[in-house]
C-alpha cells in the first residue's frame, strides 16, 4: 500500500527541488508574470491581492508593481525566506492553501499561479479561498489540462510534481469544480509559456530547428481545449 502523502512531505519536496540554493529564482523570466497578470487588469491601486503558493514572489513582484497590497503564502519555509527577500514590499507567511491564515472577506484579488493542482485537498483549498476574499473579488486560476496535445501525443501525463501531488482535470471538469464552489468563470486563456520558451535556433542542427518551428507554428492554431494550462479568470457567483 503506497504511503499517505503528507503536507511535511510536499514541502519537503519543494524544498528539495526547487529551493535547494538561498538565491533560487522563478522557472520562467517576470516579464512572463507581468504579462499573465494583465489578464487581471484592470486593478484597483490599493487593493489586497493574495498569491496561493508564492513560491520566490514573481506574482507578488508584478502585484506590487501594479500598485497593490501583496500577501503570499507557501508550504517552504525556504520560499518564504526567498520572497521576503526577493519582494520585502510583500506579507509572506509559511501556510496551506488548505487552511489560509487570513480574516474573512479580505482580499480583492487571490491568484493560484500553477499550484491548486498540488493541493492534498482542492476542494477544501477552495472553500478558503471563497472565505479570504471580497464579494466582488477577482481569482486568477492557473491549472494543467488533461487534454493537453502533446501529453496525448506522448502518451505520458503530467509532470514531475506528480510524485506528491497533481489533479490533471480537463477544461469542464475544471469549470465544473469552480462552480460548485461558487467560483464563476468570466474569461479563460491559454499560457503562452510553452510556445514562448522554445527558442528555435537553440541548437544548429537542422532537424532541431525545423521541429522547434513546426512547434511554435501549432501554437498559433491550437484550440483552447487541447492547449497546455489554462489561465482562469473568475468571480463569485453572487458578485455582479
Same mark, same amino acid.
Given at each position: ?45 490599493? +487593493?489586497?491581492? @493574495? ?8 506574482? *507578488? =513582484?508584478? $502585484? !506590487? ?47 493560484? +499561479?500553477?499550484? @491548486? ?8 483549498? *477552495? =472553500?478558503? $479561498? !471563497? ?110
Amino acid at each position: 500500500m503506497n504511503k499517505e502523502i503528507t503536507q511535511q512531505d510536499v514541502a519537503r519536496f519543494y524544498d528539495d527541488t526547487y529551493y535547494k540554493s538561498e538565491t533560487a529564482h522563478a522557472i520562467r523570466p517576470l516579464s512572463h508574470y507581468h504579462e499573465v497578470f494583465d489578464f487581471l487588469r484592470p486593478v484597483e491601486k490599493g +487593493g489586497t491581492c @493574495l498569491d496561493v503558493g508564492c513560491g520566490t514572489g514573481p506574482f *507578488l =513582484k508584478v $502585484a !506590487v508593481d501594479a500598485g497593490l497590497n501583496a500577501y503570499g503564502i507557501d508550504i517552504s519555509q525556504k520560499a518564504v525566506d526567498i520572497s521576503k527577500r526577493n519582494v520585502p514590499q510583500a506579507s509572506v507567511v509559511i501556510g496551506v492553501g488548505e487552511e489560509l491564515p487570513f480574516a474573512d472577506k479580505f482580499f480583492d484579488y487571490i491568484l493560484y +499561479g500553477g499550484t @491548486l493542482e498540488h493541493f492534498l485537498d482542492v476542494d477544501k483549498g *477552495l =472553500k478558503e $479561498a !471563497v472565505r479570504v476574499t471580497k464579494d466582488s473579488a477577482t481569482f486568477m486560476i492557473i491549472v494543467p489540462n488533461k487534454n493537453y496535445w502533446l501529453w496525448r501525443v506522448r502518451g505520458s501525463y503530467g509532470t514531475h510534481q506528480s510524485e506528491v501531488k497533481e489533479l490533471l482535470l480537463d477544461f469542464d471538469a475544471w469549470w465544473s469544480l469552480f462552480a460548485r464552489h461558487g467560483i464563476k468563470a468570466v474569461d479563460v486563456h491559454q499560457d503562452p509559456w510553452p510556445w514562448q520558451s522554445v527558442e528555435i535556433f537553440k541548437y544548429k542542427n537542422p532537424w532541431k530547428i525545423l521541429r522547434r518551428t513546426l512547434y511554435r507554428f501549432v501554437w498559433l492554431f491550437i484550440p483552447l481545449r487541447w492547449t497546455y494550462q489554462f489561465v482562469f479568470i473568475c468571480k463569485k457567483q453572487n458578485s455582479s
